[in-house]
């Protein structure tokens, strides 16, 4: 069993930044590929980046250029930089890890809110 604890998360205004943290239980987290989604009122929750255990990253278009993933395997980690923040940004973030026998995350964090308002 992996936990996935997320933290960061909070009020910016508009073209802000904020860094969410991952950090994850076990011993196998830097054989994981881990990714951030998010989901806001009334919407699916979507893939917003990834990060595969030898660091090829991937990101949603809506957020590409503005937002980066890395992942700390010595910390058992990963982050999520969001810069330039716009208000359709606001909703749930999560964190969640998938092994690599399997073609889905299995394991997610609790999330954590992310609101862009002036």
């Known amino acids: 069993q992996v936990q996935l604890v997320e933290s960061g998360g909070g009020l910016v205004q508009p073209g802000g930044s904020l860094r969410l943290s991952c950090a994850a239980s076990g011993s196998r987290f830097s054989i994981f590929t881990m990714g951030w989604y998010r989901q806001a009122p009334g919407s699916q929750r979507e893939l917003v980046a990834g990060i595969t255990h030898g660091g090829i990253t991937t990101y949603a278009d809506s957020v590409s250029r503005r937002f980066t993933i890395s992942r700390d395997n010595a910390k058992n980690t990963v982050y999520l930089q969001m810069n330039s923040l716009k208000p359709e940004d606001t909703a749930v973030y999560y964190c969640?890890?998938?092994?690599?026998?399997?073609?889905?995350?299995?394991?997610w964090g609790q999330g954590t809110q992310v609101t862009v308002s002036s």
């Open positions: 969640a890890s998938r092994p690599p026998d399997s073609s889905r995350p299995l394991y």
